[in-house]
């Protein structure tokens, strides 16, 4: 008895094969991506005080700024892991002070409240004399406006499944930090990049 023959699939049943699966495979990521795709963070400055502020004779600034940010997580399936924070203090474009938080976990919807005291190393620099200038004659009025810089790394985290770093940067124009009132102090809110 002869086998059967068999045919060979003919090259139109290979490509609407190879197309079928392809479509699945999109429309699998795309749903994912729906589903999981994280929403931004939301990161604030809530209070910023100083402590120590002065300058120095070599013209460096002496003390720290005591910033409190607030992280929040909106997503509602995704938790956040940062593994930690960086904290710069910058003012007209010059560095003045950082600082560095630990890392700490969010559970989705969630909102974390960091203080960290960003310090201005005296000796490491003379602050350019225009910026000296700018701060004492801010000092004198009351009010000193800064901007806040804020780096950290992060990994989202749904269930047991952990995806990649990132590296969150966000800027915080013009915080104003009150010498007359350190306890008044309003919200900003800061630009954030992922």
Not at 152 to 179: E, L, M
Request: glycine share 6%.
């Amino acid at each position: 008895m002869a086998e059967p023959r068999r045919t060979r699939p003919s090259t139109f049943r290979c490509a609407a094969a190879t197309l079928l699966a392809l479509s699945v495979v999109v429309v699998i990521v795309v749903l994912l991506w729906l589903f999981l795709h994280p929403s931004r963070l939301d990161i604030s400055v809530d209070h910023a005080s100083t402590a120590g502020f002065n300058f120095t004779a070599a013209g460096g600034l002496a003390g720290a700024f005591d910033l409190t940010v607030r992280a929040s997580n909106p997503n509602e399936r995704a938790g956040v892991s940062y593994r930690w924070l960086d904290v710069g203090v910058w003012y007209n474009g010059t560095y003045l002070a950082g600082g560095h938080a630990p890392g700490f976990a969010q559970a989705a919807e969630e909102e974390t409240r960091v203080d960290v005291a960003a310090r201005a190393a005296p000796d490491a620099w003379t602050l350019p004399r225009d910026v000296q200038e700018g701060i004492k004659r801010e000092r004198t009025a009351g009010k000193l406006t800064v901007d806040v810089h804020v780096v950290a790394k992060i990994r989202f985290r749904y269930g047991v499944v952990r995806t990649r770093k990132y590296t969150v940067r966000a800027s915080c124009p013009a915080v104003a930090i009150d010498f007359a009132s350190p306890t008044s102090f309003h919200r900003v809110p800061c630009y954030v990049h992922i």
